[in-house]
């Protein structure tokens, strides 16, 4: 059984909205930062947002920030992010991760150590 579980992803025109969910086992929800990072072809992976799931703590990438939402919903165990105003830029496959020893929660690759699959976003002009 995997932890960490994306779902959401699919092809849309600029301008139009998404909505991701990162489904996570009660382990690796509580009380830990779940982040979102995202990987187009021949590109680094990107971190984009992340929250901590106990005290509520968000903080987001330059290039997404007034464009995606991230939030939680701790009945479902569930990170979701949120999509607003797509752009072709914004294509790739999206990630979601834990990191279980920080507190203040970054968007900092090397911190997250468990990751889903992935779910594919894809953005045409």
């Known amino acids: 059984q995997e932890d960490l579980v994306e779902s959401g992803g699919g092809s849309v025109q600029a301008g139009r909205s998404l909505m991701l969910s990162c489904a996570a086992s009660d382990y690796t929800y509580r009380g830990n930062c779940i982040g979102w990072f995202r990987q187009a072809p021949g590109k680094e992976r990107e971190g984009i947002a992340s929250?901590?799931?106990?005290?509520?703590?968000?903080k987001y990438a330059d290039s997404v920030k007034g464009r995606f939402t991230i939030s939680r919903d701790t009945w479902k165990n569930t990170v979701l992010l949120q999509m607003n105003n797509l752009q072709p830029e914004d294509s790739g496959m999206y990630y979601c991760?834990?990191?279980?020893?920080?507190?203040?929660?970054?968007?900092?690759?090397?911190?997250?150590?468990?990751w889903g699959p992935g779910t594919q976003v894809t953005v045409s002009s």
């Open positions: 929250i901590h799931t106990g005290a509520g703590a968000t």
């Open positions: 991760a834990v990191d279980r020893r920080s507190v203040r929660c970054s968007i900092s690759e090397h911190l997250y150590n468990a």
